[in-house]
Structures are given as structure tokens and as C-alpha cells.
């Protein structure tokens, strides 16, 4: 069983930045790609951005693209996501997911944190 924790989250104006960080427990974080997601106020959780097991490939929803980054720090189990130029549509709540090398699903998520982005 492997526990996502993000954080990061919180109020910031359009036009600011936030980095969300997604601890997890996993004893090989490396066998895991991770992604992000985000679900708005009645709608569906929504894809943001993926990233392989090692890093040496990333993903993005077109939404995101040239504003936010995904990365992650193997060696501190974490992957972070790089939010900037935020704006009001990004308002959400984000989550972390893993997924084990092979497999199609994302396996574990994380609880989620919010974002609020205030015009």
C-alpha cells in the first residue's frame, strides 16, 4: 500500500504561483510514474500532468501547457507541480496519483489539496 500526502495548496491573486508537492511512502518511487490531477466545483476530475518513473518524460493538458511543470525529486519520494500565471480556472482541488511501471491504471491518490485562484 503505498500513501500519497500533498501540500502546498492554498489562496493566491492571478498572475501568482504555487508549488504542490506530493510526498509518497512507496519503498521504490522510482517503479512509480506520477501524475496530477485536478477536479473544479461540479465537474470531473480533470488529467493536468504526468511524469515517468525516472523523469525523462513529461505530459501535459493543453489547459497547462507553458504555465505549469511537473518534476520530481527520486531521492526525497516527491513529485512537485510548478504552478504559475495562475488564473481563476485553475481553481481546484489537486491530487497525486502513482502508477507502477506496466500498468495502465493509477494504483494509489493522494487526499488532495485545494487551490483557490482569486481574480
Known amino acids: 500500500q503505498v500513501q500519497l500526502v500533498e501540500s502546498g495548496g492554498g489562496l493566491v491573486q492571478a498572475g501568482g504561483s504555487l508549488r504542490l508537492s506530493c510526498a509518497s511512502s512507496a519503498r521504490t518511487f522510482n517503479n512509480y510514474h506520477m501524475g496530477w490531477f485536478r477536479q473544479a466545483p461540479g465537474k470531473e476530475r480533470a488529467f493536468v500532468a504526468h511524469?515517468?518513473?525516472?523523469?525523462?518524460?513529461?505530459t501535459y493538458a493543453d489547459s497547462v501547457k507553458g504555465r505549469f511543470t511537473i518534476s520530481r525529486d527520486n531521492a526525497k519520494n516527491t513529485a512537485y507541480l510548478q504552478m504559475t500565471s495562475l488564473k481563476p480556472e485553475d481553481t481546484a482541488v489537486y491530487y497525486c496519483a502513482s502508477r507502477a511501471i506496466g500498468k495502465t491504471k493509477y494504483d494509489y491518490w493522494g487526499q488532495g489539496t485545494q487551490v483557490t485562484v482569486s481574480s
Open positions: 511524469i515517468t518513473s525516472r523523469g525523462g518524460n513529461t
